[in-house]
């Protein structure tokens, strides 16, 4: 069906509130994409000087205009209703970055009257909010007062059990107390409403106040959920927690006054598109409006992980995402109950396990041991794991340069060891790009193993690992596993695999590194897999979160997503009988069931990727629009063929020149034939993470708060005058897809890097002494 078609079946919206980008993704009862749209912040809305769609500040503030967002989204609903006919749109989902709103007293109690001849942002001017300039998830200001709200309420374990959550700077709890101590008096008094990004975005689709879901309020630091199917009591607003943050009982109820109720049933519609949406854009009255959530529960959504998998999605946060089957609230990790689920299911839930210190680490190592992307991808193909051939001597780093969550939330610094001992700097230079990236996968690696402990997942036993190697006894030890644990001084095997994750399922544009792929599968050692559409955007843009024009965000398709299970569940009740619902069942499950639908109908076709995106040709990416199941004829890793240009080979041999310990002896008869083997048969140039949540993607030229200048191969040189197109010296060659089967291919994932068992023992073998340094930091020790 050609996108732009004036008539036809339902369609479903999804819509993103991200960092940089207001996106949309519209897709038909199939669940095949039909449409594309954004607004990009910096080149849209130049006159707002964001860049990568916010305001950073000398220290740990980042913020962003909330009239920017009213203002996009007029401008998006415009792009929809020119090229799209919105009236065959059924039902709407969406969802928002983690960010708050502060609404003034005077539209309280109802929300704003809307007049349809007048745009949204002319009518909600920058003075309707108390606080202008929001701040959003990468702010950290507010990491004092959250760690002060901790203490409090008795340290993280009695925080964990009492809100679901320990203190990170990220929770509407900190940022309450820190403006409400720090800020001047008048935003306080000033503010009549505080809502979440999300459901500040379904309050302005349905044109009334919209309560937040339960996932939104455990998110929050002030929510006491209640669990099992039959539990006594509801979940509800702590008092205790409001009364500390609002400095007084009074501020308090004050405080639970603004945040409203919370709908604690997900799975339904919120209500019907606002009278605003069909007189000004041409909505249908009785098209319906689902519960909007947070971005990386969206995006989760969207994946459709079954129990047993990880998502892993690199970015400005790095996060990984599971389903979880008991509410178990410990510091280890944050849970929240699953956003889409029926009120007669048996409760299910998401845990998640949270690193700040993500792409601006990675961006920073780049600049300073690289010139470019790719070398710092060849770097890290080309040393060794643990930096070191020795079995005694491996590297270790820990770049923490923001206020982190447990068990790091007290520590801040970079810090280098070698053979156990605190270093200034690596003897050998080429080893930090590789240290870095170790580090930050094998910190996901260690905090799944103790998560996994607590039981929260559900039982690990009698799992099909397909093509992995099925659990059995250790290579490397024949004694049982706890007995080995324990002489290691851990509370955890490092070289059982059998309770790590099935799949790994990974997003983020620090995914399109091949080196960062083969190392999640390696330290996994579990196939690791893409979304299709991730992996053609990243043969047109490989280095920005930001998805590519044409292409669809993760989080705005799973919006879509659940606007069309919710929308299927309203025309299932209301049939009174007709068989038009049969087969709903929970949503992962009805999604499955409709991409394997569409499967069989379409003659094994995979899902279209983009609409009118640039044509991905060759060897790169999906094969998703090319006919085929499966792009065939890669070699083991996917990876595509080795492709570096003279200025990055001339970087890597000035470095191998200078380098310490890993010299022109080392590479010829060292690990270069012992540990290289399997590396340099999948060694890749980069596709690059985005150095800052902020990079935008979408229309218009690439905008960030830090540098990027290896834009990829034909890139517009920033300095080019007249518009001229600058070849660059760099070529940047993405993962590509492995042969994939046809359960992943049909709900649009794609292999992108296998398990390798050898390769996992050696990072086995390198936990316990991760644990005692990280252990040591923890401690103030060094």
């Known amino acids: 069906?050609?996108?732009?078609?004036?008539?036809?079946?339902?369609?479903?919206?999804?819509?993103?509130?991200?960092?940089?980008?207001?996106?949309?993704?519209?897709?038909?009862?199939?669940?095949?994409?039909?449409?594309?749209?954004?607004?990009?912040?910096?080149?849209?809305?130049?006159?707002?000087?964001?860049?990568?769609?916010?305001?950073?500040?000398?220290?740990?503030?980042?913020?962003?205009?909330?009239?920017?967002?009213?203002?996009?989204?007029?401008?998006?609903?415009?792009?929809?209703?020119?090229?799209?006919?919105?009236?065959?749109?059924?039902?709407?989902?969406?969802?928002?970055?983690?960010?708050?709103?502060?609404?003034?007293?005077?539209?309280?109690?109802?929300?704003?009257?809307?007049?349809?001849?007048?745009?949204?942002?002319?009518?909600?001017?920058?003075?309707?909010?108390?606080?202008?300039?929001?701040?959003?998830?990468?702010?950290?200001?507010?990491?004092?007062?959250?760690?002060?709200?901790?203490?409090?309420?008795?340290?993280?374990?009695?925080?964990?059990?009492?809100?679901?959550?320990?203190?990170?700077?990220?929770?509407?709890?900190?940022?309450?107390?820190?403006?409400?101590?720090?800020?001047?008096?008048?935003?306080?008094?000033?503010?009549?409403?505080?809502?979440?990004?999300?459901?500040?975005?379904?309050?302005?689709?349905?044109?009334?106040?919209?309560?937040?879901?339960?996932?939104?309020?455990?998110?929050?630091?002030?929510?006491?959920?209640?669990?099992?199917?039959?539990?006594?009591?509801?979940?509800?607003?702590?008092?205790?927690?409001?009364?500390?943050?609002?400095?007084?009982?009074?501020?308090?109820?004050?405080?639970?006054?603004?945040?409203?109720?919370?709908?604690?049933?997900?799975?339904?519609?919120?209500a019907n598109v606002s009278r605003y949406l069909c007189e000004r854009y041409g909505f249908e009255p009785d098209t319906i409006v689902t519960p909007f959530t947070s971005d990386y529960l969206s995006a989760y959504l969207s994946l459709c992980p079954s129990p047993g998998d990880a998502v892993l999605s690199f970015g400005p946060m790095d996060t990984l995402l599971a389903p979880a089957q008991h509410y178990l609230p410990t510091r280890l990790y944050s849970l929240f109950p699953h956003p889409a689920q029926d009120a007669g299911e048996k409760r299910r839930y998401i845990a998640m396990l949270t690193s700040r210190n993500a792409d601006v680490p990675r961006a920073l190592v780049r600049d300073m041991y690289t010139k470019s992307w790719s070398a710092f991808d060849r770097l890290v193909a080309i040393v060794p794991p643990g930096g070191s051939i020795g079995l005694d001597d491996k590297l270790f780093s820990f770049w923490l340069l923001q206020g982190d969550s447990y068990p790091l939330s007290h520590v801040k610094g970079i810090y280098r060891f070698e053979t156990g001992i605190k270093v200034n700097e690596f003897r050998d230079l080429r080893?930090?790009?590789?240290?870095?990236?170790?580090?930050?996968?094998?910190?996901?690696?260690?905090?799944?193993?103790?998560?996994?402990?607590?039981?929260?997942?559900?039982?690990?036993?009698?799992?099909?690992?397909?093509?992995?190697?099925?659990?059995?006894?250790?290579?490397?030890?024949?004694?049982?596993?706890?007995?080995?644990?324990?002489?290691?001084?851990?509370?955890?095997?490092?070289?059982?695999?059998?309770?790590?994750?099935?799949?790994?399922?990974?997003?983020?544009?620090?995914?399109?590194?091949?080196?960062?792929?083969?190392?999640?599968?390696?330290?996994?050692?579990?196939?690791?897999?893409?979304?299709?559409?991730?992996?053609?955007?990243?043969?047109?843009?490989?280095?920005?979160?930001?998805?590519?024009?044409?292409?669809?965000?993760?989080?705005s398709l799973g919006g879509a997503y659940f606007a069309r299970w919710v929308w299927g569940k309203e025309r299932s009740s209301g049939a009174a009988g007709s068989s038009a619902g049969r087969g709903l069942g929970g949503f992962e499950e009805e999604i499955r069931r409709l991409h394997g639908k569409r499967w069989v109908a379409s003659g094994n076709t995979p899902l279209r990727t983009n609409v009118n995106g640039p044509l991905v040709v060759g060897n790169g990416g999906s094969g998703a629009n090319s006919g085929t199941s499966t792009p065939y004829g890669h070699s083991r890793s996917g990876l595509g063929s080795t492709v570096f240009v003279e200025e990055e080979e001339d970087e890597v041999e000035e470095m191998e020149r200078s380098g310490g310990m890993l010299n022109a002896s080392v590479f010829a008869g060292g690990f270069a034939d012992r540990d290289l083997g399997r590396d340099i048969s999948r060694m890749r140039t980069l596709t690059g993470s985005t150095v800052d949540t902020t990079t935008s993607g979408g229309s218009g030229g690439p905008s960030t708060a830090f540098t990027t200048p290896d834009l990829g191969a034909g890139g517009a040189s920033p300095g080019a005058s007249g518009g001229a197109v600058v070849p660059q010296t760099t070529s940047l060659t993405p993962v590509t897809a492995m042969p994939t089967s046809d359960s992943e291919a049909q709900i649009g994932l794609a292999k992108v890097a296998e398990a390798d068992v050898d390769a996992f023992m050696t990072y086995a073998a390198i936990v316990p002494e991760y644990c005692r340094l990280e252990g040591m930091l923890c401690k103030s020790l060094v």
């Open 1 to 270: 069906m050609a996108p732009g078609s004036k008539s036809g079946s339902a369609l479903f919206l999804g819509l993103e509130l991200a960092t940089d980008q207001l996106r949309a993704s519209i897709v038909d009862e199939s669940l095949e994409l039909i449409g594309v749209e954004c607004v990009d912040f910096d080149t849209e809305l130049s006159e707002y000087q964001t860049q990568g769609g916010i305001f950073t500040t000398p220290g740990d503030a980042y913020t962003t205009p909330v009239d920017m967002w009213v203002k996009a989204l007029d401008f998006l609903l415009e792009k929809l209703t020119r090229n799209y006919d919105v009236a065959r749109i059924k039902s709407i989902g969406g969802c928002a970055q983690h960010a708050v709103v502060w609404w003034k007293s005077t539209p309280i109690p109802s929300f704003p009257a809307l007049d349809p001849r007048l745009p949204l942002h002319s009518q909600l001017p920058p003075n309707t909010f108390s606080l202008a300039n929001t701040p959003v998830a990468q702010d950290t200001s507010a990491h004092t007062h959250a760690l002060a709200l901790e203490g409090l309420l008795g340290g993280p374990d009695l925080m964990a059990a009492r809100v679901g959550t320990c203190a990170n700077a990220s929770l509407l709890a900190a940022q309450l107390l820190r403006i409400r101590e720090s800020w001047t008096s008048d935003v306080w008094a000033r503010t009549g409403k505080v809502q979440l990004a999300s459901t500040f975005m379904g309050s302005m689709i349905v044109g009334e106040w919209v309560n937040m879901g339960e996932a939104e309020a455990c998110a929050t630091g002030m929510w006491s959920h209640a669990a099992g199917q039959g539990a006594p009591t509801q979940g509800h607003w702590d008092e205790g927690v409001l009364e500390i943050v609002g400095g007084s009982r009074e501020e308090g109820r004050r405080i639970r006054g603004w945040l409203g109720e919370v709908d604690l049933a997900s799975g339904r519609k919120v």
């Open 431 to 555: 080893a930090n790009p590789r240290c870095l990236l170790e580090s930050q996968v094998l910190s996901f690696r260690v905090r799944w193993s103790r998560m996994i402990s607590t039981g929260v997942l559900g039982s690990n036993t009698n799992r099909n690992r397909g093509n992995v190697q099925t659990p059995g006894p250790s290579p490397i030890s024949s004694s049982a596993p706890n007995s080995r644990a324990t002489s290691l001084g851990l509370s955890f095997d490092p070289y059982d695999f059998s309770p790590l994750p099935i799949r790994v399922l990974v997003t983020g544009a620090a995914a399109n590194f091949p080196s960062v792929a083969n190392l999640v599968g390696d330290v996994f050692n579990a196939p690791v897999f893409m979304p299709n559409t991730q992996v053609d955007s990243a043969q047109v843009v490989p280095h920005r979160n930001a998805p590519a024009n044409g292409f669809p965000g993760r989080a």
